[in-house]
Structures are given as structure tokens and as C-alpha cells.
């Protein structure tokens, strides 16, 4: 192991604990008089109990109003300038998202007999405050650990976050099991069932379609460079898991949301609407399906796009071989990331 790959492991296991550190640290105002809190309330009530959940969804909706607002689209492919200005819109988009969500959680908190120490007070905002600055600290400590560290830093922190809970669950199962409340065969074929679609879910990761290219005769110079075939790799599921799967939630959410700012949570309408799209209803899974659906087949047709990946490959074409092998990766990653 070399000395630099030892110092960039050591950054990115700090700045994990750092992240286990906060989601124990409960947001300002929380009253612990009545003794401590269980570690579960804790992380739900933490400061950084939002995650990265809405700098996730407002870099999704930028990436997906770039499908369909050509100006939009036309800044992201415009070099470094442009990407810094997409980046500034995608903290803007976040902003708004974590306000909105830490003011639910926060006004629904106030409302909770002995949870809070002075319900009439500042809680409220100091409690949306800290939520918020927790959001905007963790989308900077992924970016230091993608920087510094080792691997994807918001893939790493949201992973954490789910490993964590893995050894809770496992044993809580096993004690259903030893009560005899849950069969063991069915326990087993569930984690039969699940080994296999990550095995499946991997496979269709991993899955390319080869697409052969083949540039023609051309002189350069004195020289004539021969006919030469290519590959075009072609990632069979483009739009991946997260995009549709993340943003599918919000296509219904967020209006039943901005409904009950409006007319209030116990307006008839809104708790019926909320009745049916919880969870395993039918509702919910019928437009979750094909919210999911049609984000994945938007999302494909942006990554993939035929008319820049032909303007590409006709500019790779027309470049030296030493310039050709720099741009490649460019261009791939680009053109189906």
C-alpha cells in the first residue's frame, strides 16, 4: 500500500465517523429532561437527519429539466463555465428543498408533548437552520471525500448510512425467529430471493450492447491513415436506479405537499389522498410504477443521445491519434454517464 492511497483511505474512514458523529447530535431546542432519547428518535431528529436526500433530488430535476429546456441543456454540455453555473442552480434547488422539508419536520416536532424545551419560542427556525446547515455540510463533505478520499463520496455517505442499520435489523429478525413469530424457511427464502435480484440487479449493471463503428479511408497530411473498426459500448440500462426511483415519489408528493400548506393536513381531501398513496396501496404502486417508468424512458433518451454521440465520434475522427486517445474518456463518460 502506498503512502498516498494509506493518507486517502485515512481521510475518507474520518470523515464517515464525522458523519456517524452528527446523526447523534439531536437539532437545537430538542429537551432531554425527560432522560435520553432512543438512538433511533436521535437520527431521525438529528442535524443531519435530511441527508442528502434533497441535493439528490434537486440534481436530478436539474438533470431532467435539461431534457426538455434546450438552454438548460446546451450550458450543461457548454464546458467547466457552465458546469459550475449548473452546479449553483443545483444548491439553489437544494436550498428550497431542505427549507421545505425541515419546516415540516420541525413544525410537526413542535407539536409533540415534552420534545421540545420551549414550544412557543425559536424552535422552529433554529431547528429548520440546523437541519439545513446539516444538508449543505454533508453535499461539502462529499465533495472532500471524492476529492481526497476513496471512491464517490455521496455513494459512500449514502451507504453508510444503510449498513449501519443492517446489524439492528439482522438481529431483530433473529429474535423473531427465536420467538418462533417468523418462520425460518421463510426467512430463508427471502434471503435466497434477495441474493438473487442483487445478482440479477448487478448483471443488468453491468449489461453493454456493442455497437461496431467503422471509420473510413482518410489522408492526413503525406499520410493515408487505413479504414479502421470500433466499438461504441452502449450501457443497457442508461438511466440506472437512482434517478427514477428517487424523483418518481416527488411527481405526487410534492403536490399533495403543496396541498396541504394550502388547505391544511386535515383537510379531507389531503388526508384522503395521503390515505391512499401510503406505502404498498394500490394507488401508490400503480403511479409509482409508471412515474418510474416514464422517468427511465426520458432519462435514457437524454443520456443516449444519437446526434451528439455522432458529432463526437465525426470530431474524434478528424483528430490525430495522440489527441483521439485523450478525448476518448471524455467522451465516453459524457455521453453515457
Not at 459550475?84 to 420541525?106: C, D, E, K, S
Request: net charge positive; aromatic share 10%; no cysteine.
Amino acid at each position: 500500500m502506498t503512502k498516498e492511497l494509506a493518507r486517502r483511505i485515512a481521510f475518507t474512514i474520518g470523515a464517515l465517523l464525522l458523519f456517524r458523529i452528527g446523526t447523534h447530535i439531536p437539532v437545537t431546542g430538542i429537551s432531554m429532561s425527560s432522560g435520553p432519547l432512543p438512538p433511533g428518535i436521535v437520527a431521525r431528529l438529528s442535524i443531519f437527519s435530511l441527508g442528502l436526500i434533497p441535493y439528490l433530488t434537486a440534481a436530478i430535476i436539474i438533470r431532467l429539466l435539461s431534457v426538455v429546456w434546450r438552454g438548460l441543456n446546451s450550458l450543461e454540455r457548454s464546458g467547466e463555465a457552465g458546469r459550475r453555473r449548473i452546479g449553483r442552480f443545483t444548491l439553489l434547488l437544494t436550498l428550497l428543498f431542505a427549507v421545505f422539508q425541515a419546516y415540516g419536520i420541525a413544525a410537526a416536532v413542535q407539536r409533540i408533548p415534552g420534545l421540545v424545551a420551549d414550544p412557543d419560542g425559536w424552535f422552529v427556525l433554529s431547528a429548520t437552520a440546523s437541519m439545513v446547515g446539516g444538508v449543505f455540510f454533508l453535499v461539502w463533505l462529499s465533495e472532500q471525500i471524492t476529492r481526497y478520499g476513496v471512491g464517490n463520496g455521496l455513494a459512500l455517505i449514502l451507504g453508510v448510512g444503510i449498513l449501519t442499520a443492517l446489524p439492528s435489523d439482522i438481529a431483530g429478525i433473529v429474535d423473531l425467529v427465536q420467538r418462533g413469530e417468523v418462520s425460518g424457511n421463510l426467512v430463508l427464502a427471502h434471503t435466497i430471493f434477495w441474493l438473487a435480484m442483487v445478482a440479477v440487479i448487478v448483471l443488468l449493471e453491468k449489461a453493454r450492447r456493442n455497437v461496431r463503428v467503422e471509420f473510413a479511408e482518410r489522408r492526413a497530411g503525406d499520410r493515408v491513415l487505413p479504414a479502421r473498426p470500433a466499438v461504441l459500448a452502449i450501457k443497457i440500462n442508461s438511466a440506472g436506479f437512482l434517478i427514477p426511483v428517487t424523483v418518481a415519489p416527488w411527481m405526487f408528493f410534492l403536490p399533495l405537499s403543496l396541498a396541504g400548506f394550502i388547505l391544511g393536513g386535515n383537510h379531507p381531501w389531503v388526508a384522503a389522498a395521503y390515505q391512499h398513496f401510503q406505502f404498498g396501496r394500490p394507488a401508490h404502486l400503480i403511479l409509482g410504477s409508471l412515474a418510474v417508468f416514464v422517468l427511465a424512458f426520458v432519462y435514457t433518451a437524454y443520456v443516449v443521445d444519437p446526434e451528439q454521440t455522432a458529432d463526437s465520434l465525426a470530431k474524434q475522427a478528424r483528430l490525430p491519434a495522440s489527441r483521439r486517445a485523450r478525448l476518448q474518456p471524455t467522451i465516453s463518460i459524457a455521453s453515457y454517464r
